[in-house]
C-alpha cells in the first residue's frame, strides 16, 4: 500500500489506482477537490502531490482494497452458507481460509 509500505504517492501509483477503479482523471479530481489538470500533472510526474491530497488518496486506496476483498471472497462465502444451509455467516468463519 503506498502510505504502509514506504512507497509514495506518484505518477505510477496514481494513475495505477485511477485505472484500477475506472476512474477518468476528471472522476479523481472530482473526488480529491482538485482540477484535472493537477491529476495530469502528477501522472505525468511534472508536479508532486500536495500532503493534504495524500490522505484523500489513502482513503480511497483502502478503500477500493475493501471493496476488491469483499468481491474476492463472495464465491467462498457462498459455497459455505450452501454448504451449511445458513443465511448469513460470520466473516470471522471465511477469514481462516482467506489468509
Known sequence: MPGDNGLEW???SIRSLRLRLGWTQADLAR???CSSTEINEWEQGS???DGHVKGKLEIIFRQAEVCCDEVQNIPR???ELSKN???QIPFSNL????E
Open 85 to 87: 444451509f445458513l443465511e
Open 10 to 12: 506518484n505518477q505510477i
Open 31 to 33: 473526488r480529491l477537490q
Open 77 to 79: 462465502a457462498e459455497v
Open 47 to 49: 508536479t508532486l502531490v
Open 95 to 98: 477469514k481462516d481460509q482467506i
